[in-house]
């Protein structure tokens, strides 16, 4: 079980926005920021948000935010090369370690 | 451009250990405020943090592989290192190198990954 929890899978259709969660607690997303990381057919990740910053390259329609202790990346205007699995990280205080969220999958229809 | 490449043997048999070498080029692994850790990702599944390295020779474990795990680092070689012990066929998985900045509250990330490599646990 991950320590951070995403939904398992998410579609959307071209056009649309779509907002993919990520939620921890006090000691890990309520205290730190958060990477959002970009996985197309099991390629290496690629990072699309950090905190919410986007990396160079990466289209302005990724946007990040956080409430308390869940994070959120937003996709406005869903594309078809957005399909991928979507995974979340931060630090953990309480046990020293990076967690990271199960991965969402997302479709576009 | 940093790039960060994995190496080392693709099949390792059971209750051996698993070693893996990260060479890191286009950047110093020496620079202050970044991690080099590895992350894995068993076939069908999501990514699982092993562990990370600060240049000093600082490390952070996964708790789960703390007991199996040492990271060590080479800066003359600008190269850091994964040794998995008395592994099994659940240690079968993509193994990525990549770096993390330092995490603050408004920085935690891994900003450059390796492209990864298979390592199958079998006889």
């Known amino acids: 079980q991950s320590a951070l929890t995403q939904e398992a899978s998410v579609s959307g259709t071209v056009g649309q926005k779509v907002t993919l969660s990520c939620t921890g607690n006090?000691?890990?997303?309520?205290?730190?920021?958060v990477g959002w990381y970009q996985q197309i057919s099991h390629g290496a990740p690629k990072t699309v948000m950090f905190?919410?910053s986007l990396p160079s390259g990466i289209p302005d329609r990724f946007s990040g935010s956080k409430s308390g202790t869940t994070a959120s990346l937003t996709i406005s205007g869903l594309q078809p090369e957005d399909e991928a699995d979507y995974y979340c990280?931060?630090?953990?205080?309480?046990?020293?370690?990076?967690?990271f969220g199960g991965g969402t999958k997302l479709t576009v229809l | 451009q940093l790039q960060l490449q994995e190496s080392g043997p693709g099949l390792v048999k059971p209750s051996e250990t698993l070693s893996l070498t990260c060479t890191v080029s286009?950047?110093?692994?020496?620079?202050?405020?970044?991690?080099w850790g590895w992350i894995r990702q068993p076939p069908g599944k999501g990514l699982e943090w092993i562990g990370s390295?600060?240049?000093?020779?600082?490390?952070y474990y996964n708790p789960s592989l703390k007991s199996r795990v040492t990271i060590s680092v080479n800066t003359s070689k600008n190269q850091f290192s994964l040794k998995l012990s008395s592994v099994t066929a659940a240690d079968t998985a993509v193994y990525y190198c990549?770096?993390?900045?330092?995490?603050?509250?408004?920085?935690?990330?891994?900003?450059?990954w390796g492209q990864g490599t298979l390592v199958t646990v079998s006889s």
């Open positions: 990549a770096r993390r900045v330092a995490c603050s509250t408004t920085r935690c990330y891994f900003d450059y």
């Open positions: 286009g950047g110093s692994i020496s620079s202050s405020n970044y991690y």
């Open positions: 390295i600060y240049y000093s020779g600082s490390t």
């Open positions: 006090s000691n890990n997303i309520g205290s730190y920021a």
């Open positions: 905190g919410n």
């Open positions: 990280s931060t630090w953990d205080y309480s046990v020293s370690a990076v967690v």
